[in-house]
C-alpha cells in the first residue's frame, strides 16, 4: 500500500525558509513521479514542483527560482526547499505520487493518485 507521509511545515517569516519531507512507504521511490502541490483557502490548487523518474524536475512558474525538490532513493524521501517565502506561499503543501515504471508517461501533478495528508506552510510577519 502507498503511503506518503509529510513534515516539515510551519510558521515561517516572509524571508525565511522551509524544508519540506516526504517519506515513501510500500513502494519504491525509483519507480514513481513525486511532485508537490499545495492549495490556500478559497483558492484551487496549484502543482509546485515534480521529481521524474527520468530525473528531470519541473516546477510552476511561482516557485522556479525560489523552491528545488530532490529525491533521496536510500531514505525513500522527497525533498522540497522552499526559499524566500512571501505570504502567498501560505498554504496546506500535499506530497502526491504516480506510479510510472517502464513506461514513458508521464501526468500532470494534480492528476498523481497517490496524497499524503498534508503539511501546513504559514509565511507571515
Known amino acids: 500500500q502507498v503511503q506518503l507521509v509529510e513534515s516539515g511545515g510551519g510558521l515561517v517569516q516572509p524571508g525565511g525558509s522551509l524544508r519540506l519531507s516526504c517519506v515513501g512507504s510500500?513502494?519504491?521511490?525509483?519507480?514513481?513521479?513525486i511532485g508537490w502541490f499545495r492549495q490556500a483557502p478559497l483558492q484551487g490548487r496549484e502543482g509546485v514542483a515534480s521529481?521524474?523518474?527520468?530525473?528531470?524536475?519541473h516546477y510552476a512558474d511561482s516557485a522556479k527560482g525560489r523552491f528545488t525538490i530532490s529525491r533521496d532513493i536510500g531514505w525513500n524521501t522527497v525533498y522540497l526547499q522552499m526559499n524566500s517565502l512571501t505570504p502567498e506561499d501560505t498554504a496546506v503543501y500535499y506530497c502526491?505520487?504516480?506510479?510510472?515504471?517502464?513506461?514513458?508517461?508521464?501526468?500532470?501533478?494534480?492528476?498523481?493518485?497517490?496524497w499524503g495528508q498534508g503539511t501546513q506552510v504559514t509565511v507571515s510577519s
Open positions: 502526491v505520487a504516480d506510479f510510472v515504471g517502464d513506461e514513458d508517461t508521464h501526468k500532470p501533478i494534480l492528476e498523481y493518485p497517490y
Open positions: 510500500g513502494f519504491s521511490l525509483g519507480a514513481y513521479d
Open positions: 521529481t521524474r523518474t527520468d530525473g528531470s524536475t
